[in-house]
């Protein structure tokens, strides 16, 4: 794995145990065999939409592709070491957005937050999904495409919504932006 990333071999690991192909699993999740098949290679990390679809369609839940090890509660992520792996994290990016798992290593958990830094020409596709997702902006202005409306919300803002909308977040104004993100994925 080129890259680095867990990802690529723990979706390779949790599809052969179902003893599904790559075009089973592509066809359960909805997200192109190709696709699939990039991911389980290494040649790309999954944006965080198609990685749920993939979660889903396995019977796991998100956190099972991105832990490395358990972790006593509480978790702690310090700012300064969330910025650490920034170095390591910056082959599992995927079209400018850069995600820093922040519940590492909680096995029992439901929720899913991030800290993503969002590149002003990052790019994704609109995605949809079960479940609920919650943004708070820290800096930039991020464009919240939901259900076909636009919004811009600036530092300090936030959005809570339903994840099975179509949705997308991206970098407004041609400037990075960066938020924190928590997504609820039932299974």
Do not use: W
């Not at 910056?90 to 800290?115: M, N, V």
């Not at 994704?124 to 079960?130: I, V």
């Not at 919240?144 to 600036?154: A, E, I, M, R």
Request: glycine share 10%; net charge negative; proline share 5%.
């Amino acid at each position: 794995m080129a890259n680095g990333c867990k990802v690529a071999g723990r979706v390779r690991t949790y599809r052969e145990r179902l003893q599904m192909t790559v075009e089973d699993l592509g066809e359960r999740s909805g997200v192109n065999a190709s696709v699939v098949a990039a991911v389980e290679a290494g040649e790309v990390y999954p944006a965080l939409g198609v990685l749920i679809k993939i979660s889903r369609a396995l019977g796991q839940r998100l956190g099972t592709f991105m832990d490395d090890q358990y972790a006593p509660d509480p978790v702690i992520v310090r700012a300064d070491a969330r910025a650490g792996e920034r170095a390591s994290q910056k082959t599992c990016a995927t079209g400018g957005f850069s995600f820093f798992p922040l519940g590492r290593g909680k096995t029992d958990r439901h929720l899913e937050p991030f800290y993503i830094e969002i590149a002003a020409d990052a790019s994704a596709p609109l995605s949809s999904h079960e479940g609920e997702e919650f943004i708070v902006v820290v800096s930039g202005l991020v464009e919240l495409v939901y259900g076909g409306v636009t919004q811009v919300l600036k530092p300090g803002d936030s959005a809570y919504y339903n994840s099975v909308v179509q949705h997308l977040v991206k970098a407004a104004d041609g400037q990075p932006a960066a938020i924190y993100a928590v997504v609820f994925m039932p299974l």
